[in-house]
Structure formats: C-alpha cells, structure tokens
T-cell receptor
C-alpha cells in the first residue's frame, strides 16, 4: 500500500510567520499536487510538480519536489489569515496499474491568527 | 468554464435510511471520482470511472454503497442502508484522461478538479 505522510497535522501560527509543510513517501510518484481546502468547500488545486528537484512559486507559496520524486514540501512566507485552510498533498503513483489515481496525504490544518 | 457540480450540499438522515448524491463533472472530462472525506482528513477514493466504465472500486463498501455513470457524464452515488460511520463529506472530482497511464508509461499529471461536496450527517 502506498502512503503519503504529511506533517505537521496541525499548525497554528501568527500572521507574518513562515511555515513549511512536508509530504513524504517511500514510493516514487510521476507527479505530485498540492491542494487547499476551505471549510465547506472542495479541494482547490494549487500546483503540480512533475520533475525531480522542481521548484515552483505561487506568490508567497514555494513548492518543491524531491530529487527522487518521493517527497515534497510547501513553504509559505509571511503567512496571512487568508492562508488558513486544510492543505493536502496528492501523488500520482508511477506504476502502470495505478494509472489515473491519486494517493492523498492526511492533510495539514493551518490556522493563521491576525 | 463551469466547475464540478454536486447536489445536495447537505443531507441529514437517520441510520438505516438511504441517500443518493449527484455529480456533474466538467464538460469533456472522461474520468470521474467519488471520494469520502472524514472531517480534517484527506479524501479516500471510493470509486473511479473512465467514461461509463469502473476503473477502481476496491475501497467501495459494496454491501451498502453503489455508484453508476450510465451515459458517461453525470454520476450518482447511493448509500443503502446508511450507518453512523458514513457521516462524512462526499466529494466528486473529474479529470481529463491521460493516455500515458493507459499505455503504461506512467508519466501523467492526473490533475483533479473537485466539486463543493455533500456533507452527510447520519443520526
């Protein structure tokens, strides 16, 4: 069974602080997505990383895919209350018989206090 | 472009009753997924359709859950009879088919687009 371990599970910080969320696995993924989910809504796709070592930036969010394509991180600079939500990583297994399916991490609940 | 539509948004039923959820995916998306999400956790895949065929239903509790996608567009997910532990958010997602997995190269990105979900409470 392939698993994606996300850490931390909960994070409560003050506005302006920096934070990093980690997503780790022993399995290789052909791609990895990060989603953000607000209460009462479905997850919204933030970014997809495909190449080992790839770094993508989305305003104050920086996403990195590990060199071996087994792990990823999300770094938020100067967090704002609007960043509050559940952050999910999801990987596409690099196996023929798993095609089309995403494996989701258990999520990181982020709360940014003003 | 319209997103994934789901209805109803909320449903409260008593245990042993039945309930059905509806999903309309993004136009042109051949792949449709149903997920169950317990509060504060990641989504758990229940069933995946490619057009009107089932690709993966290994985690669907088939004694009480059923799903169909008869014309390869809309889909319904049914629970009969419901149990207390079925209380969760049921998410529908869709994606474009990526032929790389169909031919075995395993290099696809598989971006999925989610609907707002249906929050089910079983009392």
């Amino acid at each position: 069974t392939q698993l994606l371990e996300q850490s931390p599970q909960f994070l409560s910080i003050q506005e302006g602080e920096n934070l990093t969320v980690y997503c780790n696995s022993s399995s290789v993924f052909s791609s990895l997505q990060w989603y953000r989910q607000e209460p009462g809504e479905g997850p919204v796709l933030l970014v997809t990383v495909v190449t080992g070592g790839e770094v993508k930036k989305l305003k104050r969010l920086t996403f990195q895919f590990g060199d071996a394509r087994k792990d990823s991180s999300l770094h938020i600079t100067a967090a704002q209350p609007g960043d509050t939500g559940l952050y999910l990583c999801a990987g596409a297994p690099a196996l023929y018989n798993q095609g089309g399916k995403l494996i989701f991490g258990q999520g990181t609940e982020l709360s940014v206090k003003p | 472009e319209a997103g994934v539509a789901q209805s109803p948004r909320y449903k409260i039923i008593e245990k042993r009753q039945s309930v059905a959820f509806w999903c309309n995916p993004i136009s042109g998306h051949a792949t449709l997924y149903w997920y169950q999400q317990i509060l504060g956790q990641g989504p758990k895949l229940l069933i995946q359709f490619q057009n009107n065929g089932v690709v993966d239903d290994s985690q669907l509790p088939k004694d009480r859950f059923s799903a169909e996608r008869l014309k390869g567009v809309d889909s319904t997910l049914k629970i009969q009879p419901a149990k207390l532990e079925d209380s969760a958010v049921y998410l529908c997602a869709s994606s474009l088919p990526d032929v790389s997995w169909a031919v075995g190269t395993g290099t696809g990105t598989y971006e999925q687009y989610f609907g707002p979900g249906t929050r089910l409470t079983v009392t």
